[in-house]
T-cell receptor, first 111, second 114 residues
Framework: QKEVEQNSGPLSVPEGAIASLNCTYS??????FFWYRQYSGKSPELIMS????GDKEDGRFTAQLNKASQYVSLLIRDSQPSDSATYLC???????????FGTGTRLQVFP | NAGVMQNPRHLVRRRGQEARLRCSPM?????VYWYRQLPEEGLKFMVY????????ESGMPKERFSAEFPKEGPSILRIQQVVRGDSAAYFC????????????FGPGTRLTVL
C-alpha cells in the first residue's frame, strides 16, 4: 500500500463546476496535510494546509480532513481553465518533518 | 525577491562529472528540504537541514549524494560522479519551523546528464 494515494486522473470538469480531488494516507498518526498545485514544468505551489478534522475554506478552495477515515480532499469551486494542473496531496507523518507526496491528480477544466 | 531561490535553473553534466545545486531559503526561514522529481514520477524527499545540521537524510542515496547548509550562504546539494539516472528536477523547499509547518518550494533545478 502506498503511503499517500491519489487517483491520477485526468479529472475533466467544465468551467464553473466544482472539482473534487481526493487523497488517502496510510499513516494513522499523521499530523499535517497539504495540497499543492503544479503546472507542467513548474514547481509545486502551496494551496492549502489543514491540521484538524473538518473543513477549511480559502477563496474558491476548501480542504476537508477526516483522520478517522485517513482521507483528505480538496474542492475547487467555480473551476477555471487556469486551474488545469496537477494537484499534489502531501502528508507529514508524526515525528518527522518531511513531506510524503502522492503522485498527483491531473485536473482539466474545459471552457 | 522574498521567495525560495535556486540556481542554476538548468544544469547539464556529462556522466562522471559533479553537480552542485544551490538553494537560498525564504527570508526568515531556517529549515531547508530537498526533494527530487524523476520524469513521470512523484516528488520524493531527500534530506532536511537546519543551519549547520543535517536533521533527516533518510531519503538520500547512500553514495555520491551529500548536502550541507552552512552558517553563511546557501544550502548545497552535491552529486558526485553523476549517472544518467540522476537526471531529474531537484526542488528545494523552506519553512519557518519544523513540526509540520508549511513548506514553500523554489523553482527547481533541472539536471540533465548526458
Amino acid at each position: 500500500q502506498k503511503e499517500v494515494e491519489q487517483n491520477s486522473g485526468p479529472l475533466s470538469v467544465p468551467e464553473g463546476a466544482i472539482a473534487s480531488l481526493n487523497c488517502t494516507y496510510s499513516d494513522r498518526v499523521s499530523q499535517s496535510f497539504f495540497w499543492y498545485r503544479q503546472y507542467s514544468g513548474k514547481s509545486p505551489e502551496l494551496i492549502m494546509s489543514i491540521y484538524s478534522n473538518g473543513d477549511k475554506e480559502d477563496g474558491r478552495f476548501t480542504a476537508q480532513l477526516n483522520k478517522a477515515s485517513q482521507y483528505v480532499s480538496l474542492l475547487i469551486r467555480d473551476s477555471q481553465p487556469s486551474d488545469s494542473a496537477t494537484y499534489l496531496c502531501a502528508v507529514s507523518p508524526w515525528s518527522t518533518d518531511k513531506l510524503i507526496f502522492g503522485t498527483g491528480t491531473r485536473l482539466q477544466v474545459f471552457p | 525577491n522574498a521567495g525560495v531561490m535556486q540556481n542554476p535553473r538548468h544544469l547539464v553534466r556529462r556522466r562522471g562529472q559533479e553537480a552542485r545545486l544551490r538553494c537560498s531559503p525564504m527570508k526568515g526561514h531556517s529549515h531547508v528540504y530537498w526533494y527530487r522529481q524523476l520524469p513521470e514520477e512523484g516528488l520524493k524527499f531527500m534530506v532536511y537541514l537546519q543551519k549547520e545540521n543535517i536533521i533527516d537524510e533518510s531519503g538520500m542515496p547512500k553514495e555520491r549524494f551529500s548536502a550541507e547548509f552552512p552558517k553563511e550562504g546557501p544550502s548545497i546539494l552535491r552529486i558526485q560522479q553523476v549517472v544518467r539516472g540522476d537526471s531529474a528536477a531537484y526542488f528545494c523547499a523552506s519553512s519557518l519551523a519544523g513540526d509540520g509547518y508549511e513548506q514553500f518550494f523554489g523553482p527547481g533545478t533541472r539536471l540533465t546528464v548526458l
